[in-house]
């Protein structure tokens, strides 16, 4: 009865997670050596090692993804906050639903919205040479900066949701006290809220990153083809240049990228997943 | 830590403050005084004002008028980290991502004091609470009386003015809230710090205060000692609130110096202290203690006593060990009496249905005029 109820789950888990990756290992870790003939070895590996733009494009998309999630906790902080300790009633869902409807709307329409806004002869540089700050309409697409805004402004939500809850379970008298025993704003912040709020604050953290970090889209579209982010040397391995082995490799690298900062992430927090997982 | 200004300066004082939330008036008005080292406390139904008025007095919420003045020095703008009060919450609002040394050493850290001296003094204010070497325990490790003491430590160790307790004993069990009483009392004897106290429970009012404030719709009823508030209480309001009283509706059909014949619509003839002006004809309320009054199977001998006395028949026993009580109706009126049985013996065989008589001393129950007072049952 239990093996029936969980079936749906298990086929999920296997038949769309396990098995691929088990496929998908396989083809990472041979190599081509006549058509149709195949031999175990690292060569994928060591392709990327000794490539430094795929060094390059790894490490940048890293380090962006860290920096796409730090800017998305310090803006959804107050947001959180907001919601959770100042608003009452209908405000408070008022703001919540405002935080929600972009995402009534596919990624790609609101990335095309950014993409209306930001061209050349889009609307922004237009309102800027209209206001004489610039002589010209001013290309605000295909910067690092324009990519950080869409990546922050696609994450938003998934860090405001676990922030909220995390923030709404903190007792208002714990301020309270730590003000009335003399505490001031940063001070309460550093050593009530934030502790308190650690596990969600890290929850929003690794589904933001994760998400950042995996995204394809955002940065293709509003950083065109410089963004060099890694999903799209993975996508340029497996559709342009059919080279799936070093697409999967390309793929595991990514993985592991990931799982290693989430795990430093939660060491350096002092927080455990299961812990984090159960909050969010 | 704080400046000592001259003796006499009470350590706090309200002139006329007053707090509306639109119409409703939350604190109406009040002034009063709190000595130094003296524990008083403002008892009085939920919804009184007496959260309002303390989160005043702390600094959480603002007067709309009159002053507040802690140690001589008015408080008006000054935000709660920087008065001289420190509160004990209600659920106690104990850090739990500290542990207990650090609780203790919060304010002290945020006064800037070296972490060596902070160590020491948690370590003697813990000595201090009957809590020695607990530093490192995380707070859910402590029983509900340990987490109550930690949290007045936290206060006191910062030597406040005012120590500010908002129903603290509110979420313990009955046994430790005994305990915890006497425990209260004993520290603020040792510390000598002010204490402002406020409760719903009377018995922790009396029990732990020199003064007592009864207050009920933003106003104070009557301030004193528990001893006056209970014997004699100046509104209807007090009498009804502090202890357990009867009381009886009637008209004074008799007024004789400060004595006054209360008549019930039933026709039970009641005499009582009149408490303020009392004139024939009036709508009073009487109370009479259920301690005050005797209780004996033969009339005569409440007669011997000298005692006036009714005819009653016992509806219900209540036993409660030390606080027994029976419920009798008066004979002729019906009108319900809660009598204190005495436990030495001689009413242990006392049965449901059996006819008894009961008397009081006429000068210790008191009666008010009715009307203007506003008695909420």
């Not at chain 1, 309270?176 to 940063?186: C, I, K, R, T």
């Amino acid at each position: 009865m239990l093996m029936l109820l969980l079936a749906p789950a298990l086929l999920w888990l296997v038949g769309l997670i396990v098995l691929p990756h088990v496929e998908l290992g396989i083809l990472s870790l041979r190599e081509r050596v006549a058509p149709r003939v195949y031999q175990p070895s690292l060569a994928q590996f060591r392709t990327f090692y000794e490539e430094p733009l795929y060094w390059h494009t790894f490490v940048r998309t890293a380090l962006m993804s860290i920096l796409a999630t730090a800017i998305t906790l310090l803006m959804a902080f107050p947001i959180a906050w907001t919601i959770a300790k100042i608003a009452r009633g209908r405000r408070k869902s008022m703001l919540f639903i405002m935080c929600l409807i972009p995402f009534w709307v596919s990624e790609t329409v609101r990335t095309l919205g950014w993409m209306i806004l930001l061209r050349e002869s889009g609307v922004l540089p237009a309102l800027l040479v209209s206001m004489g700050l610039t002589p010209a309409p001013v290309e605000m697409l295909y910067h690092d900066a324009t990519i950080m805004v869409g990546l922050v402004y696609t994450s938003m939500l998934f860090m405001v949701i676990p922030l909220t809850s995390a923030l709404e379970s903190l007792d208002d008298t714990l301020v309270e006290a730590a003000y009335d025993l003399g505490g001031n704003g940063w001070s309460i912040l550093r050593q009530i809220v934030i502790p308190h709020a650690a596990p969600g604050i890290v929850a929003g953290c690794i589904v933001v990153f994760m998400l950042t970090l995996g995204n394809y889209l955002t940065p293709t579209l509003l950083g065109g083809k410089n963004s060099l982010w890694f999903t799209e040397q993975i996508y340029t391995q497996f559709i342009t240049r059919f080279n799936w082995e070093q697409g999967a490799a390309f793929g595991f690298l990514l993985l592991g990228l990931s799982t290693a900062i989430v795990w430093i992430g939660l060491k350096l927090s002092g927080q455990t997943l299961g812990d984090v997982m159960q909050r969010s | 830590m704080n400046s000592t200004p001259s003796v006499a300066l009470p350590d706090l004082q309200a002139n006329r403050v007053a707090k509306h939330y639109g119409a409703f008036r939350a604190v109406d008005d009040l002034s009063f005084e709190v000595a130094r080292g003296s524990f008083f406390s403002i008892l009085g139904p939920s919804g009184c004002g007496k959260t309002t008025l303390l989160r005043m007095v702390a600094g959480f919420q603002n007067q709309d008028s009159g002053d507040i003045l802690i140690g001589g020095k008015d408080t008006r703008g000054v935000p709660p980290n920087q008065r001289p009060v420190n509160m004990v919450f209600q659920h106690l609002a104990l850090f739990p991502m500290m542990n207990v040394g650090d609780n203790i050493g919060y304010g002290l850290a945020r006064r800037g004091v070296p972490k060596n001296e902070i160590k020491r003094r948690v370590g003697e204010m813990l000595e201090r609470v009957s809590l020695p070497r607990f530093q490192d325990k995380r707070i859910d490790q402590l029983s509900g009386g340990q987490k109550q003491r930690v949290a007045i430590a936290r206060s006191l160790v910062l030597e406040p003015t005012l120590l500010l307790l908002d129903e603290p004993l509110g979420a313990l069990d009955l046994k430790l809230r005994e305990h915890m009483k006497i425990e209260l009392k004993q520290l603020q004897a040792a510390f000598g710090t002010t204490f402002v106290y406020i409760t719903h429970d009377q018995s922790e009012a009396l029990v732990l205060s020199d003064h007592v404030a009864v207050m009920n719709h933003g106003r104070f009823e009557q301030v004193g000692t528990p001893q006056q508030l209970y014997y004699q209480p100046q509104t209807p309001f007090v009498a009804g609130f502090v202890g357990a009283n009867n009381r009886v509706v009637g008209r004074a059909s008799e007024v004789n110096g400060g004595m006054v014949y209360m008549t019930s619509a039933q026709g039970l003839v009641m005499p009582a202290r009149a408490m303020g002006n009392v004139s024939r004809g009036d709508a009073v309320e009487a109370f009479v203690r259920p301690e005050v009054a005797r209780l004996a199977r033969h009339a005569a001998v409440l007669n011997d006593a000298g005692l006036s006395h009714f005819t009653a028949r016992i509806t219900s026993l209540l036993f409660d060990g030390a606080n027994s009580a029976v419920l009798l109706q008066e004979a002729q009126s019906k009108t319900e009496f809660r009598i204190a049985l005495p436990q030495t013996g001689e009413f242990a065989d006392l049965q449901v249905g059996e006819t008894v008589a009961f008397g009081f001393d006429p000068q210790r129950a008191v009666c008010f005029a009715a009307g203007d007072s506003a008695y909420a049952d």
